[in-house]
Structures are given as structure tokens and as C-alpha cells.
T-cell receptor, first 116, second 112 residues
Framework: GAVVSQHPSRVICKSGTSVKIECRSL??????MFWYRQFPKKSLMLMAT?????????EQGVEKDKFLINHASLTLSTLTVTSAHPEDSSFYIC????????????FGSGTQLSVL | GENVEQHPSTLSVQEGDSAVIKCTYS??????FPWYKQELGKRPQLIID?????GEKKDQRIAVTLNKTAKHFSLHITETQPEDSAVYFC???????????FGTGTRLLVSP
């Protein structure tokens, strides 16, 4: 089946630094990828929709300058948390849909970000 | 936009009992409804899904029902086992708009 690889799985950083998270579709091409954020014991909240070759579409309340998304190829999307602060600590997870169609979303393994 | 509500938030059952989780959605244009199982710190795993042109779907011990008129859908797990313990999320999507909206989650605990 379709595989989405996400790295790193866990990152601890100091407040004020930036962190980049990568999401790769390994055996399919994804024109669209989605970035979610999940707080402990909470649901997955969509942050933004990443479109290959164009600007990401951010959900209401998500700061685009804080969470930079780049989707430079059909198999790679990156999320950069800029000037991270403790309140940015969360579980970030990406998902992708095969460009050939179908409704199913394939999820990355997630990144646990802890900002000290 | 779409809003998905899910109940109950926690569900405790004895091994062998059935478990039912219910969700309602707001956007009548939603046409695909997946269910995910998520273990702590792991990615959500698709366990079953249903499209809007189908009323019921079953896969071994898992079944999903959909009532388009009432805009609600349910997950049914029969003969529950301890390894079914996890958080379950329903979701809804209008595939024309692509955005998948998740329910609030149900923590299922199956006691031996």
C-alpha cells in the first residue's frame, strides 16, 4: 500500500529556533498534502493544505508566517515551525492523497515537537 | 465548513461485548466517511470507510452504517478484544473540496 514517510519522529528544541518537518510519499505522487496538529488526548486539527507548485492554503487561525509550508515536488512537503515557542509543542502529522485519485488519505508517522 | 461531532468521548466495555461509536456531520455535501484507529503517539490507521451511496459496510468484526438523511454514521465493533483498545476517530469529507474533518475522538477501553 501507499507509504508516507515523516521525519523526524521526535524533536526537542530551544525556544526561538526553527524546526523543519519533512513529509514524503514514497511510492506514489501527491499533488496535495495536508498538515495536521494534534494536542494530547485531542483530535487532529487541519492546519493547512499543501499544493505542489503553489502556495499552501491555511485554515482560519493558523499563522502562515509561523508555519511555513513548502511543496516543491510531487513527493515532498515540508512544514517549518519558525521561532518556536513552548505553546507550539504538539504532535504534527502529515497526510497525502494519491494524485491518480481516490478518497483515501495516507498518513505519516507524526512528529512530536517539544519546545523548551 | 464541515463540523463533525462524535460520541461518546470514552467507552469502556468488557471483552466480547459490542461497542458503538456515533458521529454526526453538518455538510450534506460530504460524501466519504472513514474511520481511524489511533494508538498513542502513532499515526491514524484506516479501519473502515463508507461512501455516501452506501448505507452499510462490514469487514469481519467491524461495521459502519450511514444515514444520509439524518447526517449521522456509526461504527460497530463486535466481539471486542483488548487489542481493540485505542482512540477511534470518525471523519467526513466532501471529496470535491478535499479537506478531511475529524471528529473529536472516542477512547475505547476493552477490559479482559
Amino acid at each position: 500500500g501507499a507509504v508516507v514517510s515523516q521525519h523526524p519522529s521526535r524533536v526537542i528544541c530551544k525556544s526561538g529556533t526553527s524546526v523543519k518537518i519533512e513529509c514524503r510519499s514514497l511510492d506514489f505522487q501527491a499533488t496535495t498534502m495536508f498538515w495536521y496538529r494534534q494536542f494530547p488526548k485531542k483530535s487532529l486539527m487541519l492546519m493547512a493544505t499543501s499544493n505542489e507548485g503553489s502556495k499552501a492554503t491555511y485554515e482560519q487561525g493558523v499563522e502562515k508566517d509561523k508555519f511555513l509550508i513548502n511543496h516543491a515536488s510531487l513527493t515532498l512537503s515540508t512544514l517549518t515551525v519558525t521561532s518556536a515557542h513552548p505553546e507550539d509543542s504538539s504532535f504534527y502529522i502529515c497526510s497525502a492523497r494519491d494524485h491518480r485519485g481516490g478518497e483515501k488519505l495516507f498518513f505519516g508517522s507524526g512528529t512530536q515537537l517539544s519546545v523548551l | 465548513g464541515e463540523n463533525v461531532e462524535q460520541h461518546p468521548s470514552t467507552l469502556s466495555v468488557q471483552e466480547g461485548d459490542s461497542a458503538v461509536i456515533k458521529c454526526t456531520y453538518s455538510d450534506s455535501a460530504s460524501n466519504y466517511f472513514p474511520w481511524y484507529k489511533q494508538e498513542l503517539g502513532k499515526r491514524p490507521q484506516l479501519i473502515i470507510d463508507i461512501r455516501s451511496n452506501v448505507g452499510e459496510k462490514k469487514d469481519q468484526r467491524i461495521a459502519v452504517t450511514l444515514n444520509k438523511t439524518a447526517k449521522h454514521f456509526s461504527l460497530h465493533i463486535t466481539e471486542t478484544q483488548p487489542e481493540d483498545s485505542a482512540v477511534y476517530f470518525c471523519a467526513a469529507i466532501n471529496t470535491g473540496f478535499q479537506k478531511l474533518v475529524f471528529g473529536t475522538g472516542t477512547r475505547l477501553l476493552v477490559s479482559p
